[in-house]
């Protein structure tokens, strides 16, 4: 068995139309036969690949999510140059 390419991104950006994102991503995962955890949300931070023996996902799952990392305060907004 070939290794896995696990790949952790968090970035900033700009988002509308999450629900048909989330359906465009999955539809893009699934035939990519890719697995995993995609959080869509306006904030994020840099990406990570590491590799693993085996598969770590069993799906893939798209989820929106309000924040990422919650600061527990309603009036935080980050700015990011």
Known sequence: M????NISTYGFAELTGLK????????D???????GTILLSSEG??????????????????????EIISFGMESIMISVR
């Open 2 to 5: 070939s290794a896995v390419t």
């Open 20 to 27: 048909e994102l989330r359906d465009e991503l999955i539809g």
């Open 29 to 35: 995962c699934k035939s990519w036969e890719l697995k």
């Open 45 to 66: 931070l840099k990406r990570k690949i590491s590799v693993s023996e085996k598969q770590p996902f069993n799906r893939i799952l798209v989820r929106i999510q309000k």
